[in-house]
Nanobody
Framework: QVQLVESGGGLVPAGGSLRLSCTAS????????VGWFRQAPGKERDIVAA????????NYADSVKGRFTISRDNAKNTVYLQMNSLKPEDTAVYFC?????????????????WGQGTRVTVSS
């Protein structure tokens, strides 16, 4: 088990950038794949991006390809989500999730470890 804490959310104008961080406790974080999810009011929690435990492979939702970048620093037990060219439709609570696997998962129910979320609001 790992404990996850997200940070970096906030209010930003359309076209702006934010970098979210997901910091984990525990010494085995490098064994975990990590996914970033988001949930807007009244909507399901959807995958934004995922990264393998080594960082060697990533996956992005079509809606964020070319704008968002997921990366990780296992020495710091941290996964990042760099978000550029933000749009009002990116407004949501963003969650990171972790699961031990050689690859990565893209469905919320495949992850057992979740952070509390950080809110991102993009104004038009």
């Amino acid at each position: 088990q790992v404990q996850l804490v997200e940070s970096g959310g906030g209010l930003v104008p359309a076209g702006g950038s934010l970098r979210l961080s997901c910091t984990a406790s525990g010494r085995s974080f490098s064994s975990y794949a990590v996914g970033w999810f988001r949930q807007a009011p009244g909507k399901e929690r959807d995958i934004v991006a995922a990264i393998t435990r080594s960082g060697g492979s990533t996956n992005y939702a079509d809606s964020v390809k070319g704008r968002f970048t997921i990366s990780r620093d296992n020495a710091k037990n941290t996964v990042y989500l760099q978000m550029n060219s933000l749009k009002p439709e990116d407004t949501a609570v963003y969650f990171c999730a972790a699961q031990v696997t050689y690859s990565y998962f893209t469905l919320a129910n495949q992850y057992n470890n979740w952070g509390q979320g950080t809110r991102v609001t993009v104004s038009s």
